[in-house]
């Protein structure tokens, strides 16, 4: 075994759970590694068999995003749906326009950048345009999740607080 494998493995703590429905995973990693090219923090990956247990897996997905960050009354967040609605394989976050109820636009703000080759701007540069003119205490980015294996489309959230 590398020692900076072993390393890795001894700066980890691990979290699994499951049922029928659904496989819990949280990794809070302890410190940056360098090898897998992965920051300091938590990440979690929520795999599910179906979506016909909807209630369950929005039970598991809110007390997550709780978990990450402990929203209070007055939290101000920032939703950002990334990807380009003209391709179906990343349209994931643009979509959410037309799902998120913004019932409350002091506290909550959704912003679908589009990508660099529609709008010839990076998408980090408008968020952060966005945030340093509108404060937020929290960003949720929404993206389509690349994958190789084709069992995980549409089956699997993962999340993480150290950025994309």
């Keep these: 075994m590398l020692k900076d494998e072993s390393d890795y493995k001894e700066n980890i703590e691990l979290y699994e759970e499951s049922d029928e429905n659904y496989h819990l995973e949280l990794i809070r990693l302890l410190n940056d ?9 938590l990440y979690a990956s ?13 039970d598991k997905l809110s007390k997550l995003i709780a978990s990450f960050y402990p929203f209070k009354k007055n939290t101000k967040v920032l939703i950002c749906g990334l990807g380009n609605r003209d391709l179906a394989c990343d349209r994931l976050g643009p979509l959410l326009m037309n799902q998120i109820e913004l019932d409350d636009l002091s506290r909550i703000s959704l912003l679908i950048p589009g990508v660099k080759g ?22 949720i980015v929404v993206d389509a999740l ?11 959230i993962q999340l993480t607080d150290t950025g994309l």
Excluded: M, W
């Design 46 to 58: 929520l795999s599910f068999k179906d979506t016909n247990h909807l209630d369950t897996l929005q």
């Design 118 to 139: 529609q709008t010839g701007i990076e998408t980090y540069d408008l968020i952060e345009a966005y945030i340093q003119s509108h404060p937020v205490d929290v960003v």
């Design 146 to 156: 690349a994958t190789s294996s084709i069992a995980r489309l549409n089956r699997v």
């Design 33 to 41: 590694n360098t090898v897998y090219h992965q920051k300091k923090g």
